[in-house]
Structure formats: C-alpha cells, structure tokens
C-alpha cells in the first residue's frame, strides 16, 4: 500500500484514520500495545502504555517505520512477525491495532483468531478497513472488471481482499469479541487529484448524516469478554472474632455445700 499512501486519496485517507486511531487510543490504559502492519501510520502517538510495537510482515518495511519526534514519546519498538503466529504469550496484550491488516493478511481469520488469544480479558482490538459498499469499493469492483477486459486501472491498492463490514462483525461475534463503537469515513468519491477531492469535502458532514454505512472506510473497536467470568474484589468485611464463653457459676444448694 506504500505507493498508492503517497496519492492524494491516500494521504486524505491517512488523516481521516489518523484522527480516529488517536481518538480511539488516547484513553486506553495498560501495559502492552501491538499494532500490526501499515508502520506509515503510527496509530499508537496518542497511547500512554509503556510497551507498544509495530509487528511488520516483512523486514523490508523497517525503512518505513517513523522517526522518533522530539518532545513526544518515544515510537513503538519494530519487530517482524507472522500475523498468523504472534509470538506472544496467551493473554498478555491489552491492545491489538488492525490498520488495514485483515484484508491484505494472506489467512484474516487465523489473523482475527490470534488477536483474540494474545488479548487479556477486557483487552481491545480497533480495526479499520476498506468498505467495500462505497463509492471507492464500487470503482475498485468496475477497475477488476476493466482489467479482464484488457483496459483501465485500479483505484485502491490491488493486494488482498475486502472484507464488509457486516461481515466482519460476524467474525467478531465468533470469538469473545464485542464491538464497543465503529463509525464510518472518507465519503468524497474516487477521485486521483487534491484539487477535486476538495471541491467535494462537503461531502464529509453530509455522508455522517445522510448515508453514514457508505464511507470508504470503516472503523470500530471492539472488548474482548470472557463468557462467565465474573472479577472477584477483595473481601472488605473482616471475619468477626468469636464472642467468649460465658464462665459458669457454681451456686450453693440450699445445705451450703
């Protein structure tokens, strides 16, 4: 997708999620963060745990990774990973980020299930994703088609595979993942140049109000619940201490004895 970031709609993409994943992130609280693939778009800025890292499927990507900024916190640390096989241990991540990841992973529901083990309870996961029921999707389907026939170009990136977002819902439902808020973006259409994508930029508030599911992309998060687990807090009531025997009493009978 490096390329295809640089154009126009890419760079207006990348801003739209930039504000949603620092939005999203800012308040999110714990020790260990993960963000898989897409290292030109640092999603983890605005994220206060201590350990964050950008798993990257391949050790040409290293180049991509951001500069650390002076007077911000340091970037998350690079590592190369197989997406299917994080190595992590079983519920050690409190947030796993997915910009763009399931639809370009080679097995997106190994991927979805492998974010799920690596996540402690109450853990969360933020997806975003191309919504192939939109103005780009539909350019992106007509671009395919023209390609078989020998003519025309694709508009997005032609790797992976699209995923609804319907359909993703009901790969969440599968696992013990809720989705906690999602919203959709991006409503301008498919245009190459700044220029045009400008002239259409009233289209954001009246995408969010009149046709919100038909944003370029989608964007969600979602908690991980473990079905009947229930968090014990601690015993507040101190055990009370035995009252003491009552001493017994010998009375004289009436002899005096």
């Known amino acids: 997708m ?3 970031l640089q154009t126009p709609p890419g760079r207006y993409l990348l801003e739209w999620e930039r504000q949603q994943f620092d939005r999203a992130v800012s308040d999110l609280f714990g020790f260990h963060a993960v963000q898989l693939g ?3 778009l640092d999603t983890l800025a605005c994220n206060r745990m201590p350990h964050r890292w950008v798993a990257l499927s391949e050790a040409s990507q290293l180049d991509t990774v951001p500069e650390p900024v002076a007077g911000c916190l340091p970037v998350p640390r690079a590592l190369v990973s197989d997406f299917e096989a994080l190595p992590f ?3 050690s991540l409190d947030l796993v980020v997915l910009p763009h990841t399931l639809e370009l992973a080679q097995d997106p529901h190994q991927t ?3 974010v799920d083990r690596v996540l402690v309870p109450g853990g969360r996961v933020v997806i975003a994703g191309f919504n192939p029921t939109s103005l780009w999707g539909l350019r992106q389907r007509y671009g395919r088609i023209a390609l078989r026939l020998g003519f025309g170009s694709l508009f997005l990136p032609s790797g992976g595979d699209f995923i609804g977002y319907r359909r993703l819902r009901d790969w969440l439902q599968l696992l013990s ?3 906690e808020a999602g919203r959709f973006g991006c409503y301008r259409p498919a245009l190459r140049t700044e220029h045009w994508l400008e002239r259409y930029a009233w289209m954001e ?3 969010d109000r009149w046709w919100p599911v038909f944003g370029a992309v989608y964007f969600l998060v979602a908690v991980k619940r473990v079905r009947g687990m229930r968090l014990v807090g601690p015993a507040w009531k101190t055990r ?3 009252g003491a025997a009552p001493a017994v009493v010998a009375h004289p009978n009436k002899e005096g004895l």
Do not use: N, V, Y
């Open 205 to 207: 508030s009246a995408g």
């Open 2 to 4: 490096d390329p295809w």
């Open 240 to 242: 009370q201490k035995p």
């Open 177 to 179: 993942l809720d989705i």
């Open 89 to 91: 241990d079983t519920g």
């Open 112 to 114: 979805l299930r492998e």
């Open 38 to 40: 897409l290292p030109q």
